[in-house]
């Protein structure tokens, strides 16, 4: 029997390349793969993952009609829309955002996020859960900000770094097979609840 294992474990700036030139499929689209700083901060293929950029479009949550959050049925005065290329986040607040950028995950590779430095330094939380293998789609990014002042959050720029790891072998049922709810999303996508 022909062992199909594939070498496991996180991947290069080479393996992302590759992933990300498929003609058909990219994994990331819009891909550069060059870290792009100057005057910005920083986005794009770095040594061992991907720094994406945040949309200029962003849900500031607010408790100004003092509803409660119910990830079961989320109250749209529970935030105010805001579009623009600058967001400021207020005193412990929360937004909602996207990428830019496109995910089609792979069967066999399960990504995960980290906050960028630049924004860690100032205070600002993201938080991501894991891709999973065969997700497609925008993602959707939640920014806490944990201090007592106001934050920016810059649009077209980067925002947070995904981390990718190649499984020894596919997943046996990849998100795409399953009807996961948020499968295909673009924008920001709110919480949602299978109806039975």
């Not at 794009?44 to 409660?68: E, H, M, W």
Request: aromatic fraction near 10%; charge should be negative; glycine fraction near 8%.
């Amino acid at each position: 029997m022909e062992n199909t294992l594939k070498p496991s474990g996180l991947l290069s700036d080479r393996d992302i390349t590759e992933l990300c030139m498929n003609i058909s499929k990219p994994m990331i689209y819009p891909f550069s793969e060059k870290l792009s700083e100057k005057g910005r901060i920083s986005h794009g293929l770095s040594s061992y993952g991907y720094d994406a950029t945040c949309a200029p479009s962003f849900k500031i949550f607010t408790n100004v009609n003092s509803t409660v959050l119910d990830p079961k049925k989320l109250d749209e005065n529970s935030f105010v829309n805001f579009e623009g290329d600058v967001c400021i986040i207020p005193p412990h607040g929360f937004i909602l955002t996207h990428t830019n950028e496109y995910f089609q995950m792979p069967e066999d590779i399960l990504s995960i996020c980290l906050a960028k430095s630049t924004y860690a330094r100032i205070g600002l939380v993201v938080g991501v859960t894991p891709l999973e293998p065969g997700w497609c789609g925008q993602v959707t990014l939640e920014i806490s900000n944990t201090t007592c002042l106001p934050a920016k959050v810059y649009a077209h720029e980067g925002i947070c770094q995904f981390l990718f790891f190649r499984g020894a072998s596919p997943c046996k049922t990849p998100y795409n097979t399953r009807g996961g709810k948020y499968m295909n999303q673009r924008g920001i996508v709110l919480p949602k609840i299978i109806e039975e």
